[in-house]
């Protein structure tokens, strides 16, 4: 039997979910003190960019490779939000052993991106990897689509989880929220340990990622970034657009809107910068012990409150990992059963390769995704090499004093 690991990952992202929109509405609410997304106000940017190379390339011309089949296996790596501010991230607070756990540095994700591109992956959307197809009966199966990658190259899924700016990272270290410049590009806002407000592009998982891109075309033939895995229950992309159970009065629907209309440019300049999105429920529930009505509701309320806004999905990430049948992915229960019909294709787990399997008995796709993290890097250096070596990667100086097992 596959050994999967059994995840606790992303514990730390279980928070209170009665508590989301009374944290948010407090003090240093990126609500109260950013800007409007479209604000045709001057970014400022406070971290000026100097990496040298950084300046955008040449767009990439794809006359200019041979295009070959790629039949293999197509990596997937993932990523939480990345610490911004690591003194304020691993200042030994209650949370300080999770982020080092289960999230990487800015700078540490920079040369993860490096690296992978060094060793000639290039980026796919997870979308272009499997399509629905008709078996000899007539009958809908997912299948492998035909994937073409240029000569020497090797295809990349890339998915980030949370990308929700939930109100305990916004008070360790993360950017606040996603918010559109006047050059059009994404931008993060946040606030430096300091507490001044800081516009930036080099301190978010999708801004250094699309900065990597404009630098490295050749990185994504395609023009394709990652897949963002949105719950529901904080707003998503730092904008509290979520209706709370607790707070049904007019003040918090009127801000609920203005938030809305607020991160439309956002949704809009992601999709057109190559970004795509994918569902991580609306709660962040496990899907392997809530009941089909919680599961049900809950996947109603993503689609009222997350999907209404960036487009439906195929691509289903599953929180902590878990899956609805357990370890046993060939079986289809009545959980499984009802997200494929709601529209799901894709179901991503977590694991200890990029495993994936079309399932027979339903057009379905089963998937691992690895995940570059503070865990991994400390303990698993060998199945990473692949990608990059832990030893460059891992920034030791700015993390906890913890265990590394290679030397
Ligand atoms: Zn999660």
Not at 206 to 231: E, K
Not at 310 to 338: A, M, N
Request: glycine share 8%.
């Amino acid at each position: 039997m596959r050994r999967f690991i059994s995840l606790l990952l992303a514990s730390l992202l279980t928070l209170s979910l009665a508590s989301c929109g009374k944290s948010a509405a407090g003090a240093g609410s990126p609500a109260a003190s950013g800007p409007p997304a479209s604000s045709a106000e001057p970014v400022k940017q406070d971290s000026p960019t100097s990496h040298s190379g950084d300046e955008d390339a040449k767009p990439f011309d794809r006359d200019s490779v041979t295009w070959v089949d790629w039949t293999g296996t197509v990596e997937h790596l993932f990523f939480h939000p990345v610490v911004a501010y690591p003194q304020l991230a691993f200042d030994g607070d209650a949370q300080a052993n999770g982020i080092d756990d289960f999230m990487v540095t800015a700078d540490e994700y920079r040369k993860i991106l490096q690296s992978c591109y060094d060793k000639g992956y290039v980026l796919v959307d997870i979308n272009q990897v499997w399509n629905e197809s008709k078996d000899a009966a007539g009958n809908p199966v997912m299948v492998r689509s035909e994937l073409k990658v240029p000569e020497g190259k090797k295809p990349l899924v890339l998915s980030f989880d949370d990308v929700n700016y939930y109100p305990y990272m916004l008070e360790n270290g993360f950017t606040y929220k996603l918010v559109v410049g006047d050059n059009g590009q994404i931008w993060s806002y946040g606030k430096d340990p300091q507490g001044s407000d800081v516009y930036s592009q080099e301190l978010d998982a999708v801004t250094i990622l699309d900065q990597f891109c404009r630098a490295h075309p050749d990185f994504t033939p395609y023009g394709a970034r990652g897949c963002l895995s949105l719950t529901g229950y904080c707003g998503i992309l730092g904008y509290r657009t979520q209706t709370e159970k607790e707070d049904s009065s007019a003040a918090h629907e009127a801000n609920r809107q203005k938030e809305i209309e607020a991160v439309k440019p956002v949704i809009q300049a992601l999709k057109d910068e190559g970004w795509t999105f994918g569902s991580h429920t609306w709660g962040h529930i496990r899907l392997g012990t809530k009941p089909l009505a919680t599961v049900q509701a809950d996947t109603k309320k993503w689609a009222d409150e997350v999907g209404s806004l960036v487009g439906p999905t195929k691509i289903l990430f599953y929180p902590h990992g878990e899956r609805p049948d357990g370890d046993d992915w060939k079986k289809t229960g009545p959980v499984f059963q009802y997200l494929q019909a709601q529209g799901f294709r894709v179901f991503c787990s977590v694991g200890v390769e990029s495993f994936s399997y079309i399932k027979k008995d339903i057009p379905a796709v089963i998937c691992d995704r690895l995940h570059p993290d503070g865990t991994t890097l400390r303990h698993s250096r060998q199945r990473y090499l692949q990608f990059y070596d832990a030893k460059d990667i891992i920034d030791l100086s700015v993390r906890p004093q913890r265990e590394v097992s290679w030397s």
